[in-house]
């Protein structure tokens, strides 16, 4: 299994790398068009703000690269967000991949972040299968895309929204799988196991 | 703001998280745990919590001396490889390179407490470089003459800063989360401090995290009804096995908390 984390810039995918290893599978860290293409499975993941994330892929080109990818590909928290057509985060367009727009939770209700353990429902297959009863996972975000056609797990803070997103070869996950104990690594290890 | 809300459209669970002291790299304060090899070895400690169903752990370096913040960094590197659950690191961090050292070794999260009330710039700097979800601030409070004053350097030094006040600084400049810790409460095993938990948990609007004083399953549930606390913190209880945390959490999801299960 040929597993490539996107690296554009600096950011916390240490946690992934070791979530991975613990599956057995060592994930391999690369910013190479022609190495991110070639890999049987992608993780896209999520890096500081929307603006500057989306700058850094426009530099490198991997803007035009990511939503030309045929393999399955994954991205986290930021990096799903960033797969949608665009966010309210510094006013970034996205790569357009979801179409949805992602915008900020209502802070005058809520508290923001969205900080710890909320639970998935509605969830779709092959991704979110035979999970137990009330999968909890860790979330972290202030900013979310509502639901929509994509939509592949809800969550509810407020009101109720994609906790998870697909299209084609392309998942999104809002939450860590990475940081959500058994449940999280029992999605990682069917996102190794997809068959597109 | 009325945080009933927050109760009401979420299913956000409440989280509990163990407190781990380390000194050169080694857990302290004695932790109890009879199917533990080596209690003092925070990989295997942390590894426990997790598998017992902690929402997080908490990661505080008593010494924070230069060398001990070597040790630190390569202690959080093993933490990550062990553990699928967040967890925070706290202790002597002044700057943001500290940081970024500890977040590149899996940190989810950093604490600061004495840096922040010092260089208050801090916590803009930090929640500027690494966003404010991963910048949490420790404030240790003590009541004095009815008014909650902020100390410093684990408690030892007070200072005239007012806990509400300073907890709203922290918040403004881009905080993630407030660590409140009574001292009045730390180790009396008497309960949080709920009133000012509440307080600050109306005022501001971010997570609060709720520590010192836990000694029965009781004071968790009171900490977040009464004191609408997000989460809380304890050490001793759990260390000792005092109460185990799958006890803890099937008793307060009886009680109606929203709790991983």
Redesign the interface.
Known sequence: MNLVIIDYG?G?I??II??F??LGVRAHLSKKASEISTADRVIFPGV??AGSAMSQLKETGLDLLIPQLKQPVLGICLGMQLMCRHSAENNTDGLGIFDVDVVEFD?????????????LFDLKAPLFQHLPQ?P?V?????FYAPLCDQTAAV?????NYSAALHRDNFWGTQF?P?????V??QILQQFLSLTT | ?NSQ??QA???????IIPCLDIKNGRTVKGVHFQDLKDAGDPVALAAQY?EQGA?ELVFLDITATEDARETMASLV?EV??AI???FTVGGGIRSVSDV?KL??????KISINSSAVRNPALIDELAQA????CVVVAIDAKQINSLWKVHLVGGKVPTELDLFEWAQEAADRGA??LLFTSMDHDGSKQGYALESLAHLSEQL???IIASGGAGVPKHFLDAFTLGKA??VLAASVFHFGEIPIPNLKMYLATQGIAI??
Do not use: C
């Open positions: 600096a916390n240490q946690s070791h979530a290893d613990r500081g703000a802070k005058t209700q809520l508290k923001v972040p969205q900080m710890g353990w909320n639970s009330d909890y860790y979330m972290v975000h202030s969550a509810t803070y407020g009101t860590h990475e940081k959500s104990s058994r999280g690594a | 703001m809300n927050f459209k979420t299913m956000l669970s409440k989280r997790a929402d590197l990550s490889k699928d659950i967040p970024e977040l590149k070794n899996g940190a989810d690494f966003g404010s979800q993630g989360e609007h971010i997570p997000d989460a991983r299960k």
